[in-house]
């Protein structure tokens, strides 16, 4: 059962949402837009005995994590895209090391230091693996206040399931906005058992030990395939969309996070012009929805796909891969921390049912 509705920022919700999960351990570092998550977890670790600590920098932070992680605890790092950029070595070796972890990214504009407004621009780093070596992260991109803390929820679950770093990918907007959020009285937490953590000897007969490092190429070769097997698996049973007016439309947006929220204002406009618009969202942004794109891409009704972004483009590609040709993608982005108007969208989807030159 929930509770009454509570009015909260959602830099806060998603502290509040990963002590509801368990997390008794925070490690970061300030950075604009997301710093109320710390000081939330600074607040609220104190209180109820768990660890909190501003590390010197985020390399140290995320290397706090990868510590607390292979002891087997839930834990959580949080940062803004320069910020998470120095994360990258330490994600790396997490995936490395298969250890369960939480990392927030609440996107600010860039390239480089950039702005503190929101973006969109860390959709690569995030999807792509962002660090060495060949891996992935779970990718969840919630796009309400009320989805920042169901998902991140859900997220210290996966991270737990699969041994690996989920990941939360908001922008300023999200992270800044306050809206009502109803907490439930009891989390769906899954219970995992970590045979392989680091948490003493015990009667075991040997210690446990936690690395990424595999002198011999064959035994990293095996690592690799074994991981890619994982990843696999994960691409088959964990696609999460929402699929918006697809029956009859005509044009297919795709968005995610905050965008997702602006189109779905500008379908509603483009129905009482007769343009029959749908939206495919994708919730995780890896494992990647490619397969309803393409089905959609697929069906007669659909003439083409407009992807819209915070950034010069980078999801469209992995749009215009799951469309596969079958119909022409389009792209509208803003960066630099602006947000795109409805009217602009709009405009796009006028001239996109004209056949004209968009």
């Not at 490690?27 to 590390?55: D, L």
């Not at 959580?76 to 994360?87: A, C, D, F, M, Q």
């Not at 500008?266 to 029959?276: D, F, P």
Request: negative net charge; charged residues 20%.
């Amino acid at each position: 059962m929930a509770q009454k509705r509570v009015l909260m920022k959602g830099n806060e919700v998603i502290a509040e949402a990963a002590l509801r999960a368990g997390c008794r351990n925070y490690f970061g570092y300030p950075i604009t837009p997301q710093t109320e998550v710390m000081h939330y977890m600074a607040k609220k670790m104190v209180q109820i005995g768990g660890n909190f600590v501003q590390a010197e920098s985020e390399v140290s932070a995320i290397n706090m994590v990868y510590g607390a992680a292979a002891a087997g605890a839930r834990v959580l790092t949080s940062s803004s895209s320069p910020g998470v950029s120095l994360k990258q070595e330490g994600i790396s070796y997490i995936a490395g090391a298969e250890l369960p972890a939480v990392v927030v990214n609440i996107m600010r504009a860039g390239p480089g230091l950039g702005g503190i407004q929101p973006a969109q621009g860390d959709y690569f780093q995030a999807t792509k693996g962002g660090g060495h070596g060949d891996y992935r992260n779970l990718v969840i991109a919630p796009a309400s206040i009320q989805e920042l803390y169901e998902l991140t929820v859900e997220a210290f679950n996966l991270a737990d399931k699969y041994r690996m770093c989920a990941m939360i990918l908001g922008d300023g907007t999200l992270g800044q906005m306050m809206e009502p959020v109803a907490f439930r009285d009891e989390e769906p937490i899954v219970t995992v058992e970590k045979p392989w953590a680091c948490t003493g000897r015990g009667d075991r007969a040997d210690h446990n030990t936690v690395t990424s490092i595999y002198i011999d190429p064959d035994v990293l070769e095996a690592k690799n395939v074994e991981l890619q097997e994982k990843y696999k698996y994960i691409e088959e049973n964990e696609v999460r969309y929402e699929a918006y007016g697809l029956e009859d439309a005509e044009i297919v947006i795709t968005a995610f996070s905050t965008c997702s929220r602006i189109c779905k204002n500008v379908i509603r406009q483009a129905a009482e012009l007769g343009i029959k618009v749908g939206m495919i969202r994708p919730i995780t942004l890896w494992p990647f929805p490619t397969k309803i794109i393409n089905e959609t891409a697929a069906l007669s009704n659909v003439k083409a796909f407009l992807d819209v972004e915070l950034n010069m483009g980078q999801m469209v590609e992995d749009v215009r891969l799951a469309v596969n040709g079958q119909k022409p993608v389009y792209f509208h982005g803003r960066a630099g921390g602006n947000l795109p108007t409805q009217k602009e969208i709009l405009d796009k989807i006028v001239e996109i049912s004209k056949g004209g030159n968009v």
